[in-house]
């Protein structure tokens, strides 16, 4: 099976718990605490590696909480390369509120990175031996806004996919220079890209296959929560407008999806089969609270309960 590489920019300590009842100014006693590592190309890596995907987690870690990043990684069993940075690594916060099923996430903005450093990272991603490269999540502060553009060309000349998964300026950035295998953006991050809501999933699909058809990318996955999704390739449009199972967390449902097609598509499936794979990846990441993503035999049972006409 071919290699992975995911990067993470803006990695993070995703620390998760419950709580009875969430209240202004009341002291929260909370339960059931966990802490794993986060940020979009991490949260992609550690599914991939569960579903025994050669994959390397290229990432940037700074501080303490790098420290703690770098550990927990380890601890996973995933092989890594940390580029350090002077600032420290962010940690989030996810609190499910048992007595009404919401959940609270709280994002922190993340380190100011140096030239020097961002450098570094994009020095590592073009060493890497990886065919594939899957760059996801956030620029943190100080990262010009064009780093994912910058990646597309160089890994189209070495040969190498570049599977996107960002938002704002850095995906218009990516689009507006092409040379993408796939980018998956959240139907927010397509209405912002384009300019104006969409009125149907055949809107969708109209819009991203003109994405395709313009050649900036060779497939362009909308994922759109409880509603499904749609992609656009070069056959055509595949679209399916949800499960109809609800979420007890959002977290990492877009990674878990991400990591479910790249797998797919790894495993030599066609483009509607690698994206029926990544529909159950991300449904399975919101089936449990907290920041476990997609489990290899929820995506297996899913594939065979959802339908998919």
Sequence with gaps: MERVATITLNPAIDSACEAEHVSATDKIRTFAERYDPGGGGLNVARVLHRFGVPVEAIYLSGGPTGALLDGLLDEAGLPRRAIHIADHTRMSLAVFERSTGHEYRFIPEGPDVAEHEWRALLGACFAS?????????????????????????????????????????????????????????????FEAWAGHKFASHEDVARAAGELVASGKAQMVAVTMGEDGGVLAHGGGAEIHRGTGIVARSTTGAGDSFVAGMVHGLLLGETPREAFHRGIAAGTAAVLHPGTGLCHPEDLERLLTEIDWS
Aim: charged share 20%; hydrophobic share 50%.
């Design 129 to 189: 031996p990886a065919e594939w490269v899957v760059a996801s999540g956030s620029l943190p502060r100080g990262v010009p806004e064009d780093f994912f553009a910058r990646l597309a060309a160089p890994l189209a000349a070495q040969g190498r996919k570049l599977v996107l998964d960002t938002s704002g300026t850095a995906l218009k950035a990516a689009l507006a220079a092409g040379g993408l295998y796939l980018v998956k953006p959240s139907i927010g991050e």
